[in-house]
């Protein structure tokens, strides 16, 4: 089993950085491809970012070269460091693992979420 808990969300203006980070905690957390996902009011829940075992990153369209996912197994955590902040990222970020990929059904554990709200 795997716990996963999101922090490090807030108010940013536009153009702002934000560093999103996840703890996890469980003894087989670093045999998981990890990503995140994100979801606005009155939306569904869309992919973000994912990493896998292997090192390789995918990024939706609408981040790349403005997110980052990483890891860091030995201590347990993944960030998602997100610059150039548009007030359309607005939403809640969860952090999961799984399998890895962009479709959510790929993914066994879930953060609880933290809201990120860009807005001048």
């Known amino acids: 089993q795997v716990q996963l808990v999101e922090s490090g969300g807030g108010i940013v203006q536009p153009g702002g950085s934000l560093r999103l980070s996840c703890a996890a905690s469980g003894r087989t957390f670093s045999n998981y491809a990890v990503g995140w996902f994100r979801q606005a009011p009155g939306k569904e829940r869309e992919f973000v970012a994912t990493?896998?075992?292997?090192?390789?990153?995918y990024y939706r369209d609408s981040v790349k070269g403005r997110f980052t996912l990483s890891r860091d197994n030995l201590k347990n955590m993944v960030y998602l460091q997100m610059n150039n902040l548009y007030p359309d990222d607005t939403a809640t970020y969860y952090c999961a693992a799984g399998t890895g990929g962009s479709n959510y059904r790929n993914y066994d554990y879930w953060g609880q979420g933290t809201q990120v709200t860009v807005s001048s």
């Open positions: 990493l896998w075992r292997s090192g390789t990153t």
